[in-house]
């Protein structure tokens, strides 16, 4: 059985591709044949956060259109031999995308034996967004404790469980998840963020992980290497843990509170 | 907190502010989110006619799509002020 991730969150700029590629690289690292699909027509980024805009011949759209074969656009990763990336097309043409075009690709992704199928939703709620989660079995939901990304994942939430296949068809949802990320507890500590709580009690779903924001995320997409590589980093960390929790893992949130400073620290700041 | 912290005037609690802001919009939104697309504008509409007469805050006003297998019912609540105790003039 293939199972399809819809990656979303409304808001632009939450994490999304950091996410899709973070999770995509981690379940592949689990031993999951893993395709990665960037839905973000005319700004695709997917390529470089995965580090092989430099191998994309052809895209999702020339897919589609039937000017390339799924086997001749699925970019194999660097490092895993069981995940591929599919590019977004650079055109501006919105109309590109298909829901029948769609289908076809997922379900040739499926014959060929895929296991998970990554969809990394652009921002909004067009076209590219609807198509992204339309085929989804499973969301996760993107989202940083601030006021706008909270209130737009709640929108999201509500077209998961209105506007897809599995809900027309009347089945209902299926399973949700919410990802908090760039997530800073030195300043939920101070009152000036909303902590993990507040968000899982608004939105009422639950928590597949906590990302921190750290500085290596942004190295990590500076040098084309999704940041769950990176094993030092506590963002790396955390992703890790969100895919065994995705996988049924039973695993403890962390990185939750604040580093302990020591006294000097405290009386003078860092 | 470092020294210069104490001499700098303290923000307040603002995620405090920014959960229950989201509190009342995120269900509200919700309450609207599968009806009609005019229910937020009927709500608004009815908010001002209500505002001629007594002073309600924004979201005194509720309102819920409820769907039962004999259709679907539009209910309405509006919260009053209450009423203070007369004054004797
Ligand atoms: N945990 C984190 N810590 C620090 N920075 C982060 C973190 N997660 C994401 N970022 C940064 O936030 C920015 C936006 O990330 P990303 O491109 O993944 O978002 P997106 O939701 O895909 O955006 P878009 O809506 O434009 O597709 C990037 O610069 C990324 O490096
Ligand atoms: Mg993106």
Known sequence: ?270 | MSLLDFLRPRPKNTANIARERLRIIVAQERATRDGPDYLPLLRNELLEVIRKYVHVDTDAVQINLERSSDGEVLELSVALPEVKAATGT
């Open chain 1, 1 to 270: 059985m293939t199972e399809t991730i819809v990656i979303t969150s409304g808001k632009g700029g939450v994490g999304k591709t950091t996410t899709s590629a973070s999770l995509a690289t981690g379940l592949a690292r689990r031993g999951h044949k893993t395709a990665v699909i960037d839905f973000d027509v005319g700004l695709r980024n997917l390529d470089l956060i995965m580090g092989c805009e430099r191998r994309v011949v052809y895209d999702f759209v020339n897919v589609i259109q039937n000017e390339a074969t799924l086997k001749q656009a699925l970019i194999r990763d660097k490092r895993y031999d069981n995940l591929y990336v599919l590019a977004a097309s650079q055109t501006r043409d919105k109309e590109a995308l298909t829901q029948d075009g769609v289908e076809r690709v997922l379900d040739e992704l499926a014959k060929d034996s895929f296991d998970y199928v990554v969809c990394d939703s652009p921002a909004g709620i067009e076209k590219g967004a609807h198509l992204a989660m339309y085929f989804a079995d499973r969301a996760v939901v993107v989202v940083n404790p601030e006021v706008s990304s909270v209130r737009d994942s709640d929108r999201i939430l509500g077209l998961l469980s209105s506007k897809t296949r599995r809900a027309e068809k009347g089945e209902g949802p299926g399973p949700q998840h919410l990802l908090l990320t760039r997530y800073n507890p030195v300043r939920v500590e101070a009152g000036e963020m909303m902590s993990v709580h507040d968000v899982e009690e608004i939105l009422g779903i639950p928590i597949l992980g906590v990302i921190p924001e750290s500085e290596q995320v942004l190295a990590a997409s500076n040098s084309g290497v999704p940041v769950i590589h990176d094993a030092e980093s506590i963002a790396g960390q955390a992703y890790a843990d969100a895919v065994g929790r995705l996988l049924g893992d039973d695993l403890p949130m962390r990185f939750l509170e604040a580093p302990k400073k020591g006294f000097f620290k405290r009386m003078f700041g860092t």
